[in-house]
């Protein structure tokens, strides 16, 4: 998308067209073109794709020694008795989504900003720097697989929130109008969405569906989402305050001090998420 993002800005540049109440310029233009890709999906949806049969299968009551140690863990009490241990691993990797959804939508409501600002790149320029970075990510996806057999989740989730807070704080302490190599953008930007984002995030993900388990999925992972979705609004609101009333270097720092909170937290509780997500 932000490849089609810089196109319609190069295309149309300041150029408006209007019919009735209907605006077309280089910011409405995206936003009619998702709206349709969204309607071609529920159609596809609707008319080509059908509903998973589910087949019942006997349960067995007999436990290994192994998963009875993982359930009488997960369902020991933690934080002076308010929550067991699962209902505390399912609320960090949450706050986790939180973190990593919050810290990258913070980033792209700010960094084309930026990288006008503070590098001189034009909005299509950098949406074509971010595209590209982006269309690493996706093999970077595709490759998750392989990483899965020499890396664990807990792993992946520190290298990747790690690499992202790398590479958000090294665009901090640059000043507005000075000859800022264009290079440093460029490697913030491969570090944030080619490697950090997209194997920390997938990673969080990964965990969270072996902490669930076998238990129904529908309502915990309608929360997960719905946490991510509201860090994507809360956080860029934070952040445009943070950059207004203060710098956005110091929204950088802030976005950093996260990650790098989350990174402690999945450390010191690596044995327990280890243990409820085997």
Known sequence: TPFIGAFFAKVLGQNEFRVGIFRLNMFTAPAYFMSLIIVMTLFFLVVYFQDRQRIATKKSNKKSARRCAIDELANSTT??????VYDACILGCMLLNVSTKGSIASFETLGILYADSHFGIDQSRAGNIVASS????VIALLLMGK??????DIQLINGGMIVMAIGIVSLA???EG???????YMGA???IYSIGYPIGHTAV???FSKIVGRRPQGV??????SAGSLARIFFPIVSGLVAQFNDISTMFIILTFVLILSTIFVTLSRYTLSMLSS
Do not use: D, K
């Open 173 to 175: 302490g640059f000043s």
């Open 79 to 84: 934080l002076w008795g308010l929550l067991t």
């Open 205 to 207: 993900i990964g965990l």
């Open 220 to 225: 915990l992972m309608g929360w997960f989402s």
């Open 134 to 137: 982006g269309t690493v990510g």
């Open 178 to 184: 000075e000859e800022n190599q264009t290079w440093r």
């Open 189 to 191: 930007m491969f570090l």
């Open 147 to 152: 990483l899965a057999q020499y890396f664990t």
